[in-house]
């Protein structure tokens, strides 16, 4: 089991900046990647970024370029910075962690943070 926080989401203006934080706990030792999701209402959740534990970073094609995903010096735990934000920004953003078991990974989310772009 591992158990995911998110921090620092809120309200920005078009082209501001945010960073989103979030924190593992449990079995982190077999966490074999961190990514960020975000969902709005009515639309599927959708990859922002992810990242590996060799770091091999993958970014959705609308942030790519504006957001910036990193790993902290301890493994269970990854940050967003949102640079350049827009309004299409805007939406719940999950934590996600693919925990590796044998040849089975299993996903586990955080409880989701608010990001508004908004003037």
């Known amino acids: 089991q591992v158990q995911l926080v998110e921090s620092g989401g809120g309200l920005a203006q078009p082209g501001g900046s945010l960073r989103l934080s979030c924190v593992a706990s449990?079995?982190?030792?077999?966490?074999?990647?961190m990514g960020w999701y975000r969902q709005v209402p009515g639309k599927r959740r959708e990859l922002v970024a992810a990242t590996t534990f060799l770091n091999n970073t993958h970014y959705g094609t609308p942030v790519s370029g504006r957001f910036i995903i990193s790993r902290g010096d301890a493994k269970s735990t990854v940050f967003l910075q949102m640079n350049k934000l827009e309004f299409g920004d805007t939406g719940v953003y999950y934590c996600?962690?693919?925990?590796?078991?044998?040849?089975?990974?299993?996903?586990?989310w955080g409880q989701g943070t608010q990001v508004t772009v908004s003037t």
């Open positions: 449990g079995d982190i030792d077999n966490i074999n990647a």
């Open positions: 996600n962690a693919g925990v590796q078991s044998g040849l089975v990974v299993t996903d586990y």
